[in-house]
């Protein structure tokens, strides 16, 4: 029995094994169709990478898990008594994805702020009436300040950082690197007329909860995900021998087969294979009737 490639996550590329090449042709040689080896390794080939982005697609954090991570983290940065320990455990858990978001803005982000704090500390410890020690401190630059974001992940990059960054410096830098400013939004409803208060809210990757202005955009769910699958295992087989597959969401005719075996290879269930080839079946019947309608007008 194969081992669904989602039992690790690790993996980059999928590789059929011998098994799965022969159950290729058995679907070949159900639509009575024979190629070349060549012919054949180029169909395995793109069948290969299409499985691939499958799966890059089906892992990566969709829209609002993105936000929901940051705006958790913006909301322990801004409570009354931050939980420096959680905040620091939650960077150390986000995904790859996210980290990415962050690192861009931190690269930049940080260095600012450590010279501020560095400031503020000097100025604590050196009170002064003379204020022109401090402007220069000011003016110079930090060592760090114009650290770019290969320079900044050579470091370790946020993670690294925020292990050992002095907690109100860390809360600082995580309010800002989370969001791009806040706005009040108005309170939820609670039946009749009334409303909960006002509350403020982050605006993160362009979007604030609750607003009306805009909705998350982006983190297609599963089902398109498997419906683009289909779709490109659609053009390999098309592009590789030449045919057009025959429309069906059984395993009865070819195409269907070898639709229903990747799935089978990915984990996914005959009902899952079944509803993406259906709906993707129903799609190209749109597609060939609207343009039908347009070279009749």
Not at 70 to 78: E, I, V
Not at 91 to 104: A, R, S, T, W
Not at 145 to 165: I, K, L, P, S, Y
Not at 262 to 272: I, K
Request: overall charge positive; some cysteine.
């Amino acid at each position: 029995m194969t081992e669904p490639p989602y039992g690790s996550l690790g993996r980059q590329e999928f590789h059929m094994g011998d098994e799965q090449r022969e159950r290729v042709r058995d679907c070949l040689n159900k639509t009575g169709i024979t190629l070349r080896q060549d012919a054949f390794d180029r169909l395995a080939a793109n069948i290969e990478k299409s499985i691939t982005t499958f799966l890059a697609a089906a892992l990566e954090p969709t829209f609002r898990s993105k936000h929901d991570a940051l705006r958790d983290l913006w909301r322990l940065a801004h409570e009354d008594d931050p939980p420096i320990g959680v905040i620091r455990a939650r960077i150390q858990g986000l995904p790859n994805e996210v980290m990415d978001y962050i690192d861009n803005r931190a690269s930049h982000v940080v260095p600012r702020l450590e010279a501020q704090h560095a400031a503020a500390a000097c100025a604590e410890r050196e009170p002064s009436s003379d204020p022109e020690p401090r402007r220069r401190l000011r003016r110079q630059p930090s060592p760090r300040a114009t650290t770019d974001r290969e320079h900044w992940m050579r470091r370790g990059g946020f993670q690294a950082w925020a292990r050992v960054a002095p907690a109100g410096l860390l809360c600082r830098a995580v309010a800002v690197v989370t969001a791009q400013g806040a706005q009040a939004v108005p309170g939820r409803g609670r039946g009749g007329s009334k409303r909960s208060s006002a509350r403020l809210e982050p605006r993160i990757l362009g979007v604030v909860r609750g607003a009306r202005e805009e909705k998350p955009q982006g983190g297609r769910p599963p089902a398109d995900a498997r419906q683009s699958l289909v779709m490109h295992l659609a053009l390999n087989w098309t592009t590789c021998t030449g045919r057009m597959p025959e429309a069906g969401r059984s395993d009865h005719t070819g195409f269907g087969d070898l639709a229903h075996a990747v799935f089978q290879w990915l984990g996914l269930s005959p009902d899952e294979a079944e509803y993406s080839l259906r709906a993707y079946w129903e799609k190209v019947q749109s597609i060939r009737s609207r343009r039908m309608e347009e070279d009749t007008e």
